[in-house]
């Protein structure tokens, strides 16, 4: 169900502009020939995260670069299935409540501290602790998790209160990366600067605005079985710096300044196709595609008929065309077409349909007009708030322009959309307040399609941290969710989520626009094996070395 797609690269393209902001070339030329060890690698990406502890809050930028220092219990490869990584073993007793791990001997963290079951019982208090200010791996535990015990040095027992069927696939994620609980222990601001694990890199520098400093874990002995290779990373350093500008970005990777780019550009796709040392790699996240979640608290959107209207005026195959030009695919689905179980039935229930959307809208009560020709009832106006971060690398352009163009197609059935630029403090506050919004831009990648239950259940609803962004719920959703949670029958897992998924699209909370994708642009003639995990197109550079002398 997985895409990975490795696109040729062919002819040259010119220099750009934005590369002063980059910084001196790596030093891979002045490395000996023959070997692969040694050598800084630039790696330039468009989002700085908040914090470089994933266990707080949960965004994306988090678990890409927390993949670097810290390591998971267990890995997952691309058909679902998992290996050991800090865990060599487990059993899962046969009710599916109680996980055993069996941790691996003589791990270290970096700062010398041994891993141990007590500290896997320490990360996971981390995680469920409010203090921690968790918005995803929470989510994932918490309408499951029951306790963690040490049961000896080396084995660590997870209990749920239900079954949960995709919980070693969740813990696979970089937001359930294992830290040293004294580092854990300097508290939440100090360890959001430098955490500590047992990875193949070590954080020693966080310059706020232009880039991380990683150095090598000279011991490093704990790399997940899928790896490419064991031991310590090849690379010596990495800096992971920050350009969320589209052109300095590519810049910087044309000019040989940056070794890999996260994020290429849609406008610049043609010119890394016409440059032989390019070679791009994208991989379509499963889970939640990115998606205008309506906020049912609004009168206006608790009528199912205008939600519906609001989604056959959008045209959102065609925007999504437009924004990314032909990058991005459509995606109308409530999970995305990389998710297990997906189920191309949904693919886009609500086609582009001006003339419906304006019937559901008249059998709403919304037939009058103001001075602008927007549709009125009862003295009010239909006109819906969207708030979008102001600044350009949580919002690309692209995003930026279907916000415009989605807009506009609502304007030609008389629905007011009002886009609001914020800044980031004002979103953070806005995420937990529905009376602040109506629209919202939002996704989730997950490596299960149970991430339906985070995203749209009266529990996540309940917790109130602004998840369940369309503010509602429903209860034969929820039941066939924990259903498929509670079963490892494959087929019965399949039918529970395919009928989540019609659920969805009657409940139309949302309008599906585009799936997440991992979207890296590497330097082939400076750069090798740099590869994307499945789990949440985290990219791994502990197998990544440098070319020279013609290797």
Same mark, same amino acid.
């Given at each position: 169900?997985?895409?990975?797609?490795?696109?040729?690269?062919?002819?040259?393209?010119?220099?750009? &502009?934005?590369?002063?902001?980059?910084?001196?070339?790596?030093?891979?030329?002045?490395?000996?020939?023959?070997?692969?060890?040694?050598?800084?690698?630039?790696?330039?990406?468009?989002?700085?995260?908040?914090?470089?502890?994933?266990?707080?809050?949960?965004?994306?930028?988090?678990?890409?670069?927390?993949?670097?220092?810290?390591?998971?219990?267990?890995? +997952?490869?691309?058909?679902?299935?998992?290996?050991?990584?800090?865990?060599?073993?487990?059993?899962?007793?046969?009710?599916?409540?109680?996980?055993?791990?069996?941790?691996? =001997?003589?791990?270290?963290?970096?700062?010398?501290?041994?891993?141990?079951?007590?500290?896997?019982?320490?990360?996971?208090?981390?995680?469920?602790?409010?203090?921690?200010?968790?918005?995803?791996?929470?989510?994932?535990?918490?309408?499951?998790?029951?306790?963690?015990?040490?049961?000896?040095?080396?084995?660590?027992?997870?209990?749920?209160?239900?079954?949960?069927?995709?919980?070693?696939?969740?813990?696979?994620?970089?937001?359930?990366?294992?830290?040293?609980?004294?580092?854990?222990?300097?508290?939440?601001?100090?360890?959001?600067?430098?955490?500590?694990?047992?990875?193949?890199?070590?954080?020693?520098?966080?310059?706020?605005?232009?880039?991380?400093?990683?150095?090598?874990?000279?011991?490093?002995?704990?790399?997940?079985?899928?790896?490419?290779?064991?031991?310590?990373?090849?690379?010596?350093?990495?800096?992971?710096?920050?350009?969320?500008?589209?052109?300095?970005?590519?810049?910087?990777?044309?000019?040989?300044?940056?070794?890999?780019?996260?994020?290429?550009?849609?406008?610049?796709?043609?010119?890394?196709?016409?440059?032989?040392?390019?070679?791009?790699?994208?991989?379509?996240?499963?889970?939640?595609?990115?998606?205008?979640?309506?906020?049912?608290?609004?009168?206006?959107?608790?009528?199912?008929?205008?939600?519906?209207?609001?989604?056959?005026?959008?045209?959102?195959?065609?925007?999504?065309?437009?924004?990314?030009?032909?990058?991005?695919?459509?995606?109308?689905?409530?999970?995305?077409?990389? &998710?297990?179980?997906?189920?191309?039935?949904?693919?886009?229930?609500?086609?582009?349909?001006?003339?419906?959307?304006?019937?559901?809208?008249?059998?709403?009560?919304?037939?009058?007009?103001?001075?602008?020709?927007?549709?009125?009832?009862?003295?009010?106006?239909?006109?819906?708030?969207?708030?979008?971060?102001?600044?350009?690398?949580?919002?690309?352009?692209?995003?930026?322009?279907?916000?415009?163009?989605?807009?506009?197609? =609502?304007?030609?059935?008389?629905?007011?959309?009002?886009?609001?630029?914020?800044?980031?403090?004002? +979103?953070?506050?806005?995420?937990?307040?529905?009376?602040?919004?109506?629209?919202?831009?939002?996704?989730?990648?997950?490596?299960?399609?149970?991430?339906?239950?985070?995203?749209?259940?009266?529990?996540?609803?309940?917790?109130?941290?602004?998840?369940?962004?369309?503010?509602?719920?429903?209860?034969?959703?929820?039941?066939?969710?924990?259903?498929?949670?509670?079963?490892?029958?494959?087929?019965?897992?399949?039918?529970?989520?395919?009928?989540?998924?019609?659920?969805?699209?009657?409940?139309?909370?949302?309008?599906?626009?585009?799936?997440?994708?991992?979207?890296?642009?590497?330097?082939?003639?400076?750069?090798?094996?740099?590869?994307?995990?499945?789990?949440?197109?985290?990219?791994?550079?502990?197998?990544?070395?440098?070319?020279?002398?013609?290797?």
């Amino acid at each position: 169900m997985r895409r990975r797609h490795l696109l040729a690269a062919i002819g040259v393209a010119g220099a750009s &502009t934005g590369l002063a902001a980059c910084g001196p070339p790596a030093p891979s030329a002045t490395l000996p020939t023959g070997t692969r060890s040694g050598g800084e690698l630039v790696y330039a990406t468009d989002r700085e995260p908040t914090c470089l502890d994933p266990h707080n809050s949960g965004d994306m930028p988090q678990t890409y670069i927390a993949r670097q220092y810290l390591d998971s219990l267990v890995s +997952m490869q691309e058909d679902g299935t998992v290996v050991p990584w800090l865990a060599e073993s487990w059993e899962i007793s046969s009710d599916g409540l109680i996980y055993d791990f069996t941790l691996k =001997e003589g791990v270290e963290f970096t700062d010398g501290e041994s891993l141990d079951a007590q500290a896997v019982v320490a990360n996971v208090e981390q995680i469920m602790d409010p203090a921690t200010q968790s918005s995803t791996a929470l989510l994932y535990l918490s309408p499951y998790f029951e306790s963690a015990e040490a049961i000896s040095e080396h084995i660590v027992r997870l209990t749920l209160k239900r079954p949960y069927s995709p919980l070693l696939t969740v813990l696979s994620q970089a937001f359930f990366g294992i830290e040293s609980p004294a580092a854990m222990a300097r508290g939440l601001e100090e360890n959001c600067l430098a955490p500590v694990g047992t990875g193949p890199f070590i954080v020693t520098e966080w310059k706020r605005n232009r880039e991380v400093v990683m150095i090598r874990n000279e011991n490093y002995t704990s790399a997940p079985a899928d790896a490419k290779h064991q031991g310590p990373a090849y690379l010596e350093k990495v800096t992971w710096r920050f350009l969320p500008d589209n052109t300095a970005r590519f810049g910087a990777l044309q000019s040989g300044r940056a070794h890999a780019i996260f994020n290429l550009p849609p406008e610049s796709v043609p010119a890394a196709r016409a440059d032989d040392t390019i070679d791009t790699e994208d991989f379509i996240h499963s889970g939640v595609p990115f998606a205008l979640d309506l906020n049912t608290t609004d009168p206006a959107l608790d009528d199912l008929r205008v939600r519906r209207a609001i989604v056959h005026a959008s045209d959102a195959r065609g925007i999504v065309a437009s924004a990314y030009a032909g990058v991005f695919p459509y995606e109308g689905n409530a999970v995305s077409s990389g &998710t297990p179980a997906y189920d191309e039935r949904f693919h886009e229930p609500f086609p582009y349909d001006p003339g419906r959307a304006n019937d559901l809208l008249d059998e709403a009560g919304w037939t009058g007009r103001d001075a602008e020709g927007y549709r009125m009832k009862e003295g009010r106006t239909l006109a819906l708030r969207l708030p979008y971060a102001s600044d350009p690398g949580e919002t690309p352009p692209a995003d930026l322009t279907i916000y415009q163009n989605f807009q506009a197609m =609502e304007k030609r059935v008389g629905v007011k959309i009002e886009l609001l630029p914020s800044d980031a403090a004002t +979103m953070t506050a806005m995420k937990s307040d529905p009376t602040r919004y109506d629209i919202q831009g939002r996704y989730w990648n997950s490596p299960t399609p149970n991430v339906m239950y985070i995203k749209f259940s009266q529990e996540t609803l309940e917790l109130g941290n602004g998840q369940n962004v369309s503010q509602d719920y429903d209860e034969e959703l929820d039941e066939t969710l924990l259903a498929a949670a509670a079963t490892t029958d494959a087929e019965e897992q399949v039918a529970l989520y395919s009928r989540a998924q019609e659920l969805l699209v009657a409940r139309t909370w949302h309008v599906p626009l585009y799936p997440i994708q991992t979207r890296l642009a590497v330097r082939s003639d400076l750069v090798r094996d740099i590869w994307i995990e499945p789990s949440e197109g985290e990219p791994v550079l502990h197998d990544a070395y440098l070319v020279r002398g013609g290797r």
